[in-house]
């Protein structure tokens, strides 16, 4: 394909939108410049490709869907039934799975579909059949109830936040944890990784309905055949959350007992993170759940997104062919340099380094908090995003530590010189703050924020992002 279509293709569209409301298609050229302009170190983010981005833009949008491919209540699905069935045998050839469910407009989506199939298989299945009814609008007064209540109090055993698991794995800000009684596995104190016997000993004595693997900010691999071991030693439905890694489960970085599909009942994941497909989310799991799974729109979902739906395909399709697999593992030697050059140069890194796409530093050995590093990182043109660390003591707000992540910078091209680069920059600037009259203030010379984002911006140039994207 010409890189001038793409060209043509942003262009008419902005034009297009331009007429309509100058402001948006303003806001949509501000945006790419912006993205251009920054060292993009945000471990959940990355760039779509042209393909991917397109696909979403068109008519797609207008049309009702609900329903499964084949089996809609709405008429004249056909073209949608091309799409998502597309996007769902790419999805199954890609990561192995029997199932895919490509519905979900988002991550957390992605999970309620998954703990709501999960209920209704091993709680809500069994009482029907107990009460032979066919479904739950044959149960009586008394026998709904009695299984709303018995809905509502399940048990759900996930990863703590501070040790990098996420608000959707049963913490109280979020559904989960009002629909689950909630415990958390965390981390050993003295390694920061996961330690197996701590959480079989967790779920031995909690017996949860479902456990809950994966993470937003553990830079480790988790050993999926054990988790799913201790799983099984409970009856504990194992569920795996690779929102943050699928791209490296698609590229076949992580196989064996790293790769989640073979091992959980059911997966699900986010499809813009580092999958670089277009913000959305997708469930995979075995035949045993697929029904429940399939019922997700209306169970949760409102109806399907076509257009996301035509992008998953493009994407997927893009992330089976064998240069995603050299991505992936360039993403891995990018976030392993970086990890290498901050601790060379004597930064704190969360578990000591890191085997998948994000490093945690915990910036309290530059004596900050992390409100205060990530602030100085901007003004300086880095962006980050500040996380908590294990046990932090500055909580969730402030936190002790900044996640860095490499998919974005992987995409533009960016590599192990470049991160080695990228790590002087982020101790240069972090060494060189000091905290200020509270846990939000410090101080930084602004020449040398100045200074460092020239240097930031330099870094980016031999790199250009879309660079087939010329909006004139
Ligand atoms: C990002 C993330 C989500 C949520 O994804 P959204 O698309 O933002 O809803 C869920 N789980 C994990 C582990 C994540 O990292």
């Known amino acids: 394909m010409s890189l001038n279509a793409e060209s043509t293709a942003f262009r008419s569209a902005l034009e297009v939108i331009r ?17 251009r302009e920054s060292l993009k170190l945000i471990a959940s983010e990355n760039y779509a490709s042209p393909a991917t981005l397109l696909a979403m833009g068109n008519w797609f949008s207008d049309k009702y869907a609900e329903g499964t491919v084949g089996r809609r209540f709405y008429a004249g699905c056909q073209n949608v039934d091309t799409v998502e069935a597309l996007a769902a045998e ?65 048990r759900m055993l996930g990863m703590s936040l501070d040790a990098g698991g996420h608000l959707t794995h049963g913490f109280r800000p979020n559904i989960s944890g009002k629909m689950f009684d909630q415990r958390s596995y965390g981390t050993d104190p003295a390694t920061g990784l996961i330690d197996y016997d701590k959480v079989a000993e967790a779920a031995r004595e909690f017996t949860p309905l479902i456990l ?22 409970v009856g504990a439905t194992f569920m795996v959350d690779m929102a943050h890694f699928a791209g490296l489960v698609a590229g076949k970085v992580f196989t064996g007992d ?27 799991c075995g035949p045993e759940l697929a029904d429940q799974v ?18 998953k395909a493009v994407a997927l399709a893009e992330a089976r062919r064998p240069d995603f697999a050299d991505y992936a593992q360039r993403i891995v030697d990018n976030a392993q340099a970086l990890a290498d050059g901050l601790t060379r140069r004597g930064a704190k890194l969360v578990t000591g380094g890191t085997d998948n796409h994000l490093v945690l530093i915990d910036v309290s050995g530059y004596g900050l908090t992390g409100r205060q590093a990530e602030q100085a990182l901007l003004d300086s ?18 936190t002790s530590g900044v996640r860095i992540g490499t998919p974005a910078l992987t995409t533009r091209g960016l590599g192990t010189a470049e991160m080695d680069a990228t790590a002087e920059l982020i101790h240069t600037v972090l060494s060189q703050t000091t905290p200020g009259a509270s846990k939000a203030k410090y101080v930084l010379d602004p020449a040398l924020a100045e200074q460092v984002s020239k240097q930031a911006s330099d870094l980016l140039t031999p790199f250009p992002l879309y660079p087939a994207v010329d909006l004139g």
């Open 19 to 35: 007429a309509v409301e100058p402001r948006v298609a303003d806001a949509i050229g501000a945006e790419l410049a912006d993205q």
């Open 90 to 154: 790419h999805a199954r050839e890609l990561f192995g799975a029997t199932h895919a469910y490509v519905q979900p407009h988002s991550g957390i989506d992605a999970n309620l579909v998954a703990f709501w199939a999960i209920l209704a298989d091993r709680v809500e299945s069994p009482a029907l059949k107990k009460a032979q009814a066919r479904q739950v609008n044959d149960l009586t007064e008394a026998d709904w109830f009695a299984l709303r209540r018995e809905l509502g109090d399940q």
């Open 212 to 233: 809950v693997a994966g993470y937003s900010a553990y830079p480790r691999k988790v050993n999926f055949r054990i988790m799913r071991e201790i799983a099984d030693s």
């Open 258 to 284: 790293f790769d989640p599909v073979p091992h959980a009942h059911i997966v699900t994941t986010t499809t813009h993170k580092s999958l670089r497909g277009p913000r959305g989310g997708m469930v995979l």
């Open 294 to 311: 399939d019922r997700g729109c209306p169970m949760v979902l409102g109806g399907p997104l076509p257009h996301v739906m035509a992008a």
């Open 381 to 398: 043109g880095i962006v980050t995003n500040r996380n908590a660390v294990p046990q932090d003591p500055n909580g969730a707000w402030y």
